[in-house]
């Protein structure tokens, strides 16, 4: 898929925390997301973010009103902050990541379109701690970082998202877990990186049980909604996307799996669960797992 | 091997403070220059046996 080659080319690649090519891409060094940060992958990034927002109808489902301030933790490309800013034009819109989205970049460097006024990035890794005083947001965001938050790590993380949002506030999270009925070769490209994943203490159920840890963290009124979106080429549009975005993405695990499967094998089974999930009889499908709660007054 | 990425310079004062308990056993901390936007990297080599929250509890370090 060429897309992902073409669509940011005119953008500057400035990176700001230390990368190193590791499996022959460039990753961040210093945090536990093994994908890699190049600009193929911030265009990936932002193919999901619009194959997210047409499949869910926006950006966001908790019933946040009008908030005034609100964070985006693990912003990545920052489109959904900015996004955000320009819904909500009186609203402080914040994106939280360990480095600067290049969109931001290009911005000030003259090349992209200006940011929106009422939109700013933070620097800070939430592993350590979310850099804002306690009730700072109205509404605090999080989506798909089960790749970057080890399994011993999520209650605090959690804890944290409540922590800076105000009493009345509300806190969302949306993430994904493993493909189920890929068959034999999906199943096995699972395996292979959940064991990769687990070297690094990340565990990939983890992602479906956001809600849980939100009521454990003491919110109220907390909606955990469960969305199993078909995947392959066999299905709609959506689930070809899916399937357009998993491949490009699942790319990332490539020269990673040492010990796990040769990069040959990589690429067969790679081809091979590409192939069975473009069928109707595999029935291949993607669990996301939307929660969203309210800290109480 | 463990890493962490911190922003916190009390966090990376605790890291500094533990470099000499870690050397002692053996070990070796690597402080990196913090980032444009002030993040810092850091890589902790410690000897079979041991874990960073022997010496620096609660920090976000993960074995590579």
Not at chain 1, 7 to 36: D, N, Q
Not at chain 1, 82 to 90: I, N, T, V, Y
Not at chain 1, 120 to 146: K, T
């Amino acid at each position: 898929m060429r897309w992902f080659g073409w669509f940011r080319r005119g953008a500057p690649t400035v990176e700001s925390t230390p990368v190193a090519m590791i499996g022959g891409r460039a990753r961040k060094l210093g945090i536990p997301y093994v994908l890699p940060s190049d600009l193929e992958e911030m265009n990936r990034l932002d193919f999901q973010h619009f194959l997210l927002r047409q499949t869910f109808k926006g950006n966001f489902a908790a019933p946040i009103g009008e908030p005034r301030s609100i964070l985006d933790v693990g912003s990545g490309t920052g489109r959904w902050a900015r996004e955000m800013a320009q819904l909500f034009p009186s609203a402080r819109v914040v994106g939280l990541d360990v480095n600067p989205p290049p969109a931001d970049t290009a911005a000030e460097a003259g090349v992209n379109e200006p940011l929106p006024p009422n939109y700013e990035f933070a620097a800070g890794n939430v592993l350590e701690s979310i850099p804002f005083p306690d009730a700072s947001f109205d509404f605090v965001h999080m989506r798909l970082l089960v790749l970057a938050i080890p399994h011993d790590r999520w209650p605090y993380v959690v804890s944290e998202l409540v922590r800076v949002t105000r009493p009345g506030g509300w806190v969302e999270s949306v993430e994904a877990t493993t493909l189920q009925h890929g068959g034999p070769a999906m199943d096995m490209l699972m395996d292979w990186i959940n064991t990769l994943l687990a070297r690094r203490g990340i565990n990939f159920p983890d992602g479906g049980k956001v809600g849980e840890l939100m009521r454990a963290a003491g919110m109220v009124n907390v909606t955990a909604t469960d969305v199993t979106l078909p995947f392959g080429e066999y299905g709609d549009r959506t689930a070809k996307l899916l399937a357009t975005d998993f491949f490009n993405g699942v790319k990332g695990y490539g020269g990673l799996l040492q010990g796990i499967a040769t990069p040959e094998q990589f690429e067969q089974v790679v081809a091979a669960a590409r192939a069975d999930t473009a069928s109707p009889q595999t029935g291949c499908v993607s669990p996301f797992h939307i929660a969203y709660g309210q800290r109480p007054w | 091997m463990y890493q962490a990425m911190l922003s916190n310079p009390a966090n990376v004062a605790r890291v500094r403070a533990a470099q000499p308990h870690i050397e002692q056993v053996g070990g070796k901390v690597n402080i990196a220059a913090p980032t444009k936007v002030g993040m810092v990297v850091i890589v902790l080599y410690l000897p079979e046996g041991y874990t960073p929250d022997q010496f620096i509890p609660g920090l976000p370090f993960y074995p590579v």
